[in-house]
Protein backbone atom coordinates (compact mmCIF):
# COMPACT_ATOMS: atom_id res chain seq x y z
CA UNK A 1 0.00 0.00 0.00
CA UNK A 2 1.17 3.47 -0.85
CA UNK A 3 1.68 5.86 2.49
CA UNK A 4 1.75 9.49 1.88
CA UNK A 5 3.81 12.15 3.85
CA UNK A 6 3.26 16.16 4.05
CA UNK A 7 5.27 18.14 4.76
CA UNK A 8 5.46 22.46 4.64
CA UNK A 9 2.68 23.63 7.00
CA UNK A 10 3.60 26.22 9.68
CA UNK A 11 2.08 29.60 10.52
CA UNK A 12 2.93 32.49 8.00
CA UNK A 13 0.55 36.21 7.88
CA UNK A 14 -1.84 37.19 5.51
CA UNK A 15 -0.66 37.75 2.33
CA UNK A 16 2.05 35.14 2.78
CA UNK A 17 2.88 31.91 1.18
CA UNK A 18 3.46 28.32 2.21
CA UNK A 19 4.17 25.33 -0.23
CA UNK A 20 2.92 22.18 1.16
CA UNK A 21 5.02 18.88 -0.02
CA UNK A 22 3.39 15.37 -0.37
CA UNK A 23 5.48 12.87 -0.55
CA UNK A 24 4.18 8.98 -2.18
CA UNK A 25 6.05 5.71 -0.70
CA UNK A 26 6.21 3.80 -2.63
CA UNK A 27 5.71 4.93 -6.25
CA UNK A 28 2.31 4.87 -7.16
CA UNK A 29 2.80 3.52 -11.19
CA UNK A 30 -1.00 2.99 -11.92
CA UNK A 31 -2.81 5.98 -13.52
CA UNK A 32 -4.13 8.06 -10.17
CA UNK A 33 -5.50 11.31 -8.35
CA UNK A 34 -3.97 12.79 -5.82
CA UNK A 35 -5.61 15.64 -3.66
CA UNK A 36 -5.34 18.04 -1.27
CA UNK A 37 -8.20 18.53 1.43
CA UNK A 38 -8.33 21.01 4.45
CA UNK A 39 -10.43 21.07 7.13
CA UNK A 40 -10.87 24.05 10.18
CA UNK A 41 -11.67 22.93 13.32
CA UNK A 42 -15.27 22.77 13.88
CA UNK A 43 -16.29 22.82 9.42
CA UNK A 44 -16.64 19.64 7.39
CA UNK A 45 -13.21 18.52 5.07
CA UNK A 46 -13.90 20.12 1.83
CA UNK A 47 -11.47 19.71 -1.36
CA UNK A 48 -8.84 22.07 -2.48
CA UNK A 49 -6.90 20.85 -5.47
CA UNK A 50 -6.80 17.73 -7.46
CA UNK A 51 -3.77 16.35 -9.65
CA UNK A 52 -4.00 13.41 -12.07
CA UNK A 53 -0.97 11.35 -13.17
CA UNK A 54 -1.97 13.26 -17.36
CA UNK A 55 -1.42 16.36 -15.60
CA UNK A 56 -4.54 17.31 -15.35
CA UNK A 57 -5.47 19.98 -12.57
CA UNK A 58 -8.78 21.62 -10.68
CA UNK A 59 -9.39 23.83 -7.99
CA UNK A 60 -12.23 24.68 -5.58
CA UNK A 61 -13.49 28.30 -6.62
CA UNK A 62 -12.00 29.97 -2.94
CA UNK A 63 -8.47 28.83 -3.81
CA UNK A 64 -8.27 29.38 -7.56
CA UNK A 65 -5.70 32.18 -8.66
CA UNK A 66 -3.77 31.73 -5.44
CA UNK A 67 -2.82 27.96 -5.21
CA UNK A 68 -1.39 25.81 -7.46
CA UNK A 69 -1.04 22.14 -7.11
CA UNK A 70 1.61 20.37 -9.06
CA UNK A 71 4.04 16.73 -8.98
CA UNK A 72 6.98 16.39 -9.46
CA UNK A 73 7.55 12.71 -11.24
CA UNK A 74 11.01 12.41 -10.02
CA UNK A 75 10.73 13.18 -6.54
CA UNK A 76 7.14 11.40 -6.26
CA UNK A 77 5.45 14.32 -4.70
CA UNK A 78 2.42 16.56 -4.98
CA UNK A 79 2.91 19.79 -3.95
CA UNK A 80 0.53 22.63 -3.09
CA UNK A 81 1.65 26.23 -3.80
CA UNK A 82 -0.02 28.59 -1.37
CA UNK A 83 -0.03 32.46 -2.00
CA UNK A 84 -2.02 35.62 -0.98
CA UNK A 85 -3.17 32.89 2.43
CA UNK A 86 -6.13 34.41 4.14
CA UNK A 87 -7.10 33.92 7.52
CA UNK A 88 -9.82 31.61 6.33
CA UNK A 89 -7.26 29.47 4.54
CA UNK A 90 -6.42 27.91 8.29
CA UNK A 91 -6.82 24.51 8.40
CA UNK A 92 -5.39 21.15 8.88
CA UNK A 93 -4.39 20.36 4.83
CA UNK A 94 -4.50 16.43 3.95
CA UNK A 95 -2.48 15.03 0.94
CA UNK A 96 -4.57 11.82 -0.49
CA UNK A 97 -4.53 9.40 -3.04
CA UNK A 98 -7.09 7.01 -5.26
CA UNK A 99 -6.96 5.15 -8.56
CA UNK A 100 -7.84 7.69 -11.38
CA UNK A 101 -11.25 7.05 -13.24
CA UNK A 102 -12.67 8.11 -16.40
CA UNK A 103 -14.52 11.31 -14.66
CA UNK A 104 -11.56 12.48 -13.36
CA UNK A 105 -10.47 13.87 -9.91
CA UNK A 106 -12.51 16.64 -9.48
CA UNK A 107 -15.00 15.32 -7.64
CA UNK A 108 -12.59 14.35 -5.04
CA UNK A 109 -13.85 10.94 -4.47
CA UNK A 110 -12.61 7.68 -4.55
CA UNK A 111 -9.60 8.43 -2.01
CA UNK A 112 -8.05 5.28 -1.13
CA UNK A 113 -4.90 6.44 1.21
CA UNK A 114 -4.75 9.65 3.39
CA UNK A 115 -2.21 11.49 4.23
CA UNK A 116 -1.85 12.57 8.53
CA UNK A 117 -2.01 16.24 7.88
CA UNK A 118 0.14 19.18 8.13
CA UNK A 119 -1.81 22.56 10.07
CA UNK A 120 -1.66 25.96 8.08
CA UNK A 121 -2.15 28.63 10.52
CA UNK A 122 -2.81 32.19 8.76
CA UNK A 123 -2.82 35.16 11.29
CA UNK A 124 -4.18 38.60 10.53
Known amino acids: QVQLRESGGGSVQTGGSLRLSCTAS???????CMWWFRQAPGKQREGVASYDSDGRTSYTSSVKGRFTVSHDNAENTLYLQMNSLKPEDTATYYCATGPLVAVGCGYYSGVNVWGSGTLVTVSS
Open 26 to 32: PWISSPF
